[in-house]
């Protein structure tokens, strides 16, 4: 059984930073797949904001996020992190961690259909 567990979220203020993780417990290890980061409001379907490779630890990121963000994983720990810095109010969203025992291209990386395992998702509120 795969179970994925995220922290970190929480309440801060525009220009703030905030770091997410994701652990990953698994008869399997993900070391070798990939692991992504989405976020939902909502109304609104679940949007992709980072993933990254497990063997070349390759990383993609959606356009409202670029250059602010940044996924990195701790292979030997099963964990996947999100450094968010520079949040604005529209980065406001429970955060979701997945991961998927494939190895999909590049453009299905972004979709949340790939992925077959989910965590519970964390709050993450950006207000002044």
């Known amino acids: 059984q795969v179970q994925l567990v995220e922290s970190g979220g929480g309440l801060v203020r525009p220009g703030d930073s905030l770091r997410l993780s994701c652990v990953a417990t698994s008869g399997r290890t993900f070391i070798t797949y990939p692991m992504a980061w989405f976020r939902q409001t909502p109304g609104n379907d679940r949007e992709f904001v980072a993933a990254?490779?497990?063997?070349?630890?390759?990383?993609y990121y959606g356009d409202s996020v670029k250059g602010r963000f940044t996924v990195s994983r701790d292979r030997g720990k099963n964990t996947v992190f999100l450094q968010m810095n520079s949040l604005k109010s529209e980065d406001t969203a429970v955060y979701y961690c997945?991961?998927?025992?494939?190895?999909?291209?590049?453009?299905?990386?972004?979709?949340?259909?790939?992925?077959?395992?989910w965590g519970q998702g964390t709050q993450v509120t950006v207000s002044s």
């Open positions: 990254i490779r497990g063997n070349s630890g390759s990383t």
């Open positions: 997945a991961a998927d025992f494939g190895s999909p291209i590049s453009m299905y990386l972004r979709r949340a259909s790939t992925y077959e395992f």
